[in-house]
């Protein structure tokens, strides 16, 4: 109940309130250059290894955040997510750090593996329905019934603030900062680096970075609004999924902040994934290769300072990322 209120769009305040809160939480990671990327492209890069926090993606840092504000009758009641993948995963550990009771809402698609990831860090899982949509429903019930406290996956104050958290570090870190590449789906983390990192120095770019087809954000900022889009079957499927149409604040922060959208092939995504593999022994999941990816086959042009690649996670699992590197690798026929 006491967080059912909306709360203004997050600011760089916001963010900076969210780095002391998620502290212990999530990880602090680390940016390092990658010599052997960029001997082949010709600019300097870094990498920004979100892959290696808890659970396999920043997200952590938007649950640690969004959790961490709750009073305590809302953190006794518990809180609810639906989610296929990694937005769940964070909410679970989050969850079970905070002494949180939590529940993930997910649909009868979601394959095996995952539910037992889920349900191997404590939470309680719903399987319910056949789609995302129908799995959101029960978790609104459930909401509504429980008064449990529904963690969207990016387009809440408090989430958008603690991925804005990764722009600190990179200011910190990179001084002289370029250009960075953002993965792009809902747009809660590119939203929250881009306040950090224009506010703070403005002349920096922040590109967000997505899938050529079934990308929402990107369909939508062409429409001037926010619009649903068929979900297409992507290597980057932590990048599938609709911006909702009655968007609050991703939407109009990302028009607002970001220099760029640009969107990258199936084939562009498999061979960044395997390049990283091979080249810096990096394992990423699709979602997580997009901005090598875009700078591999130039979609983005490198210039006006370092360029870093936002890695934004590492889920995929073993027989689809061999599958990639079969596909896409240096030893494949192609
Ligand atoms: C959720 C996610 C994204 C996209 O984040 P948004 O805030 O929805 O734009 C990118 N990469 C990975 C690995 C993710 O889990």
């Not at 002349?203 to 970075?209: D, F, I, L, M």
């Not at 370092?306 to 061999?322: E, H, I, K």
Request: charged share 25%; hydrophobic share 45%; net charge neutral.
């Amino acid at each position: 109940m006491s967080d059912a209120r909306p709360r203004p769009e997050p600011d760089l305040r916001a963010v900076y309130a969210a780095r002391a809160r998620i502290q212990g939480l999530a990880r602090r990671t680390p940016l390092l250059r990658a010599e052997a990327l960029e001997r082949e492209l010709g600019t300097e890069l870094w990498l920004k290894l979100e892959s290696l926090q808890p659970t396999g993606a920043f997200k952590v840092r938007g649950a640690a955040n969004a959790l961490a504000r709750l009073s305590a009758p809302a953190r006794a009641a518990g809180v609810v997510a639906v989610s296929t993948g990694n937005h769940g995963r964070a909410v679970a550990y989050v969850a079970r750090c905070l002494g949180i009771p939590a529940t993930v809402c997910i649909s009868r698609r979601v394959p095996a593996g995952k539910q037992e990831a889920l349900r191997a860090l404590g939470c309680r899982v719903v399987v319910e329905g056949e789609s995302q949509d129908e799995a959101e429903v029960r978790a609104r019930a459930l909401q509504a019934d429980e008064g449990l406290t529904l963690v969207h996956p990016f387009d809440d104050a408090d989430v958008i603030a603690g991925q804005g958290t990764v722009g600190l570090e990179l200011l910190e870190d990179l001084p002289g900062l370029g250009t960075v590449l953002v993965p792009l789906s809902g747009g809660g983390l590119a939203a929250g680096v881009a306040l950090a990192v224009k506010t703070a120095a403005p002349t920096a770019r922040v590109v967000g970075v997505t899938m050529e087809r079934g990308a929402a954000m990107a369909e939508s900022l062409a429409r001037g609004r926010p619009v649903p889009v068929p979900e297409v079957d992507s290597l980057a499927d932590s990048l599938q999924g609709g911006i909702g149409e009655g968007n609050r604040y991703t939407f109009a922060l990302v028009r607002r902040l970001l220099d760029d959208v640009v969107r990258v092939s199936e084939d562009a995504i498999g061979r960044a994934m395997a390049w990283g593999f091979e080249r810096e022994r990096l394992v990423l999941e699709g979602a997580a290769a997009v901005g090598l990816a875009a700078l591999r086959e130039g979609v983005v042009a490198p210039g006006g300072g370092p360029v870093v690649a936002l890695c934004s996670g590492r889920n995929v699992d073993p027989d689809a990322f061999l599958r990639v590197l079969r596909a896409y690798g240096a030893g494949a026929g192609g």
